[in-house]
């Protein structure tokens, strides 16, 4: 099979990839250019370095990292896209019913706990944002903005 044969479950979409061809994906830009690009090299450990499949060394991973099947849960969202609107729904649902079951009722006071639980997501966010933004950075000087925002490939 050749590039230029289109997959029987091709679709239009800007990212594309061709199981056929193992990791080689399609990114079609809005010129209507196509870049390709070949993720071949699973992630492996280099000179006891994690190594994405993009390239990108960390010096410190977690199991979960290593081991984490990113289309087997891309493929589940997309399979099972009802339990996000569901749980959207019973969310908003006891906002509104705590709202009326409230509205008569003494409030409590949970200042410090509030104050510990803002503490505790500001730090889990910050690192978070400087364990991403290294290998987000290595992807937008290598393969571009477009890339970056739109590819949904390996961890």
Not at 28 to 44: C, E, K, L
Not at 96 to 117: C, D, P, T, V
Request: some cysteine.
């Amino acid at each position: 099979m050749s590039l230029s044969e289109q997959p029987e479950y091709y679709h239009e979409s800007a990212i594309t990839k061709f199981a056929a061809y193992g990791n080689l994906y399609r990114l079609r830009h809005d010129d209507s250019s196509v870049t390709y690009f070949n993720f071949s090299d699973q992630p492996r450990t280099i000179n006891g370095q994690y190594t994405t499949g993009y390239n990108y060394s960390y010096s410190i991973t977690f199991d979960f990292e290593e081991n984490f099947d990113t289309y087997f849960y891309i493929n589940w969202m997309s399979q099972y896209h009802w339990v996000c609107n569901f749980f959207i729904f019973a969310y908003l649902s006891f906002i509104f019913l705590m709202q009326k079951y409230m509205k008569n009722r003494e409030r409590f006071e949970l200042r410090s706990q509030l104050a510990i639980w803002n503490i505790c997501l500001a730090v889990f966010s910050t690192i978070g944002a400087i364990r991403t933004s290294l290998e987000m950075i290595h992807l937008f000087n290598t393969y571009g903005l477009k890339f970056c925002v739109c590819f949904s490939g390996k961890t």
